[in-house]
């Protein structure tokens, strides 16, 4: 079989089953096997594919038709020009998350860098995008990350030491807020010390989606971590919590920055109003939708 003609047959069953992006997926499939790039499969279309190949290219394309993500499939996914190593325990970075890392990255730029260190939290880290995408884009950022989970915790530690170097985060495992109290696994940090007083500025890609939504999604999201997809039953538990308590870790005119579906944000925004945030801003994603909302605490 010929290259265009694998390319062909797994598009054709991709697109069987209902997949929505089939000539894209089985590119990037048959291109992760031959260790290439897209653009030079499709100059090699007339070369011959090996049977080893060809076996390969097959368990794949069975693997995506029953669901499973292309980035989990092949280990990695692009997010800020970065390369991230992902597995099941991690959500894969989306391009809606994007907006978070560019919300921020504008405020960060009106901060006053002659004042104090600007310090950056990252609640829910997971595979780590949004606190090693600031840190790459914003050197001089000192940046902690937390996550509940361990597994989804040494994602993050090995993806960053694999695109920033060592030491270049502090991560913190643990519930939230409460991780800072906990153990952190950055080996050279002992824990709780070296800690800031309060940050400059608090990120998050929480859980917010609806308990019972869950199951209406589709496969492959629901081949994610639970864990990292349930926000409660209305989407809204975690992001309360991370809302109530960022005021005790922000400094004087700190920020918090959220991302959420579209529809939370009116409740979001209320959220933010009651516990002393000013200054609230919604910023969109490419689509269009509100996809991160915002807003200042002055002490």
């Known amino acids: 079989m010929l290259i265009r003609e694998a390319i062909a047959q797994g598009s054709a ?23 290439t790039n897209r653009t030079s499969l499709v100059a090699a279309g007339n070369e011959k594919l090996s049977e080893k190949n060809c076996a390969a290219f097959c368990e794949l394309i069975e693997r ?33 998350t994007e907006t978070l890392v560019e919300a921020a990255i504008e405020i960060i730029n009106r901060l006053d860098k002659n004042e104090t260190q600007i310090n950056v939290l990252d609640l829910c880290t997971g595979s780590g995008a949004v606190a090693i995408s600031l840190k790459n884009e914003c050197p001089d950022l000192e940046i902690f990350a937390t996550d509940i989970c361990a597994n989804a915790l040494e994602v993050a530690k090995q993806n960053a030491k694999n695109l920033l170097g060592d030491n270049q985060i502090k991560f913190f495992l643990g519930d939230l807020f409460n991780a800072l109290n906990c153990s952190n696994l950055c080996a ?24 019972g939504e869950i199951q209406t999604l ?10 990292a997809l349930d926000g409660g039953k209305d989407g809204l538990e975690i992001i309360g919590r991370i809302i109530k308590e960022a005021p005790k870790y922000l400094r004087s005119k700190g920020y918090l920055l959220l991302e959420a579906s579209p529809e939370q944000m009116e409740n979001i925004s209320i959220l933010l109003e009651k ?13 269009g939708s509100e996809r991160v909302i915002g807003g200042m605490f002055e002490k």
């Open 64 to 96: 995506r038709c029953n669901g499973e993500c292309v980035a989990y499939i092949i280990g990695k996914k692009e997010f800020r020009n970065l390369d991230f190593s992902v597995n099941k325990s991690v959500l894969v970075p989306r391009p809606d």
């Open 188 to 211: 050279s940090v002992p824990p709780c010390e070296n800690l800031p007083n309060n940050f400059s500025m608090i990120v998050s890609n929480p859980p917010y989606i609806p308990s």
């Open 275 to 287: 516990n002393g945030f000013i200054d609230i801003k919604l910023y969109k994603d490419l689509s």
């Open 13 to 35: 069953d991709l697109k069987y089953a209902d997949i929505k992006s089939p000539g894209l997926d089985a590119s990037i499939l048959l291109a992760h096997i031959l260790k």
């Open 218 to 227: 589709s496969a492959e999201v629901q081949n994610e971590p639970r864990l």
